[in-house]
């Protein structure tokens, strides 16, 4: 019961100095979500950008949905400040706020639909009772914190186990989950991950490192559509 595919270029690996222009791009290149990846130097050690560059970028990206990825502790304070930024769906680390089910609550709230996101080490278990709240599960194929490292795949058997959870509720409710994969993912693996049972791909360093973004992206949802 996979939902309709979708591909969503990160630009942590676009060009920082000309973000506006690499986002109306991409969108133009087929992107259909713009993945933001929120690093904070505290929960990963990394650091990039925040609510007001968020907002900034929303008007190039046009139809295409803000997919905002928290990396950060604490969560709570930046969900109503990237809501007025214009996200569309705001997703956050269990480990990183002190109530999930509250914050959850908070994304809906403002109008966002919500993500829950599995580290590789993450159990899924986390999940189990906050499903009516979930819009879309992520499953970290990477550590999180730099964009281009290597798939790790023991998340291959960890989706097929999310999707089997996945499904299952929505036999049981009709509302329907997406169950999204961040790092990693390659024209060359998207096929086997789709397989296991993801509907939505974050892709950084395959679209943005290629010579034709356009080209990765086709071949991309092609791979997965297969
Ligand atoms: C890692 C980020 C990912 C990353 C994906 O912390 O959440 O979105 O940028 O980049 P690639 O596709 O290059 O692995
Ligand atoms: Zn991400």
């Known amino acids: 019961m996979r939902q309709p595919t979708m591909i969503a270029p990160s630009i942590l690996s676009a ?27 505290h929960y990963v050690p990394n650091l ?5 560059v968020c907002e900034a970028l929303r008007p ?9 990825h928290l990396m950060v ?23 990183a706020s002190r109530h999930v089910d509250r914050t959850l609550a908070m994304i809906r709230e ?15 278990e986390w999940m189990d009772h906050v499903m009516d709240k979930l819009d879309l599960v992520m499953l970290m194929s990477v550590n999180p914190g730099f964009g281009g490292q290597s798939f790790i795949g023991s998340t291959l058997p960890k989706l097929r ?3 089997r959870r996945i499904d299952a509720y929505v036999r ?13 993912v390659k024209t060359d693996n998207i096929a086997a991950i789709a ?18 973004w356009g080209v990765t992206i086709a071949t991309l949802r092609a791979a997965a559509d297969h």
């Open 15 to 41: 060009n920082f100095a000309r973000l506006g222009e690499d986002v109306a791009r991409v969108v133009s290149a087929g992107a259909d979500w713009i993945h933001f990846d929120v690093m904070d130097n």
């Open 60 to 68: 190039f990206a046009g139809e295409a949905m803000m997919d905002v």
């Open 48 to 52: 990039t950008f925040g609510p007001m």
């Open 161 to 163: 186990e999310a999707r």
């Open 172 to 184: 049981e409710t009709g509302r329907p989950i997406r169950l999204e994969v961040d790092g990693g």
């Open 195 to 212: 397989a296991a049972g993801a509907d939505t791909f974050v892709a950084g360093s395959a679209v943005f490192g290629s010579p034709d």
């Open 73 to 95: 502790e604490p969560v709570d304070a930046l969900v109503p400040s990237f809501a007025r930024a214009g996200a569309g769906l705001i997703s956050f680390h269990p480990e």
């Open 110 to 124: 403002q109008g966002c639909q919500t993500g829950l996101v599995f580290n590789p080490a993450t159990p899924l």
